[in-house]
């Protein structure tokens, strides 16, 4: 999830996480065995704070709690590994590139995490694993920077009839504050939302 301050981050994890699920939402608490939200500000962001009494939080990313998701998993065998969920949100302009969370985005199918959710403000904050990685990409709006834009449009423009086309569908798909362009990259051929 790619998208500026205050354009509804939060807002969509939170929906994510505790919506309804007969509304298609996850219902996280009863979808998964944990959820675990990594994240700068949830200590200080109002719209987060229904997040911080539902799950498991921390305030800043470590290595430490992705080894330590890694290995709480790996302690179970493959049939009886639980169904959890990760959520990085807005952390990542501090993490190394060699961080775990790298490593865990090519491979987070393998210990069971059905929902990864890493937001982040700055597109290329997110290393190329990452981004190689997503399944879904969310991109919210208004964005200001163009050169963030033009980043993107590099990136996925390929699957979706060049940088210039990718443009256009993010406007048509962001013509007002808090709309997003959700990109679905395990259908072939990609869709765009």
């Known amino acids: 999830m790619i998208s500026p301050v205050r354009t509804g981050k939060s807002t969509i994890i939170s929906n994510l996480l505790l919506g309804d699920s007969e509304m298609g939402f996850y219902d996280a608490q009863e979808r998964f065995h944990s959820t675990t939200i990594i994240s700068n500000t949830i200590a200080n962001d109002v719209t987060s704070r229904f997040l911080a009494k539902a799950f498991d939080t921390y305030d800043s990313y470590n290595d430490h709690i992705i080894e330590g998701i890694i290995n709480q998993q790996k302690s179970y065998s493959k049939e009886e590994q639980p169904e959890i969920g990760v959520v ?31 937001s982040s403000q700055n597109f290329r904050a997110c290393s190329p694993i990452i981004r190689q990685n997503a399944t879904n990409v969310i991109v919210g709006s208004p964005f200001p920077n163009e050169k963030e834009l033009g980043k993107m449009a590099e990136e996925y423009g390929d699957v979706f009839g060049g940088a ?26 990609p869709k765009a939302y």
């Open 88 to 118: 990085l949100d807005d952390c990542l302009g501090s993490i190394r590139r060699e961080a775990s969370i790298n490593h865990l985005a090519s491979r987070f199918r393998h210990f069971n995490i059905k929902l990864l959710i890493i």
């Open 164 to 189: 210039k086309n990718w443009l256009e569908i993010y406007k048509k798909a962001t013509p007002e504050r808090y709309n997003f362009l959700h990109m679905d990259f395990q259908s072939n051929p």
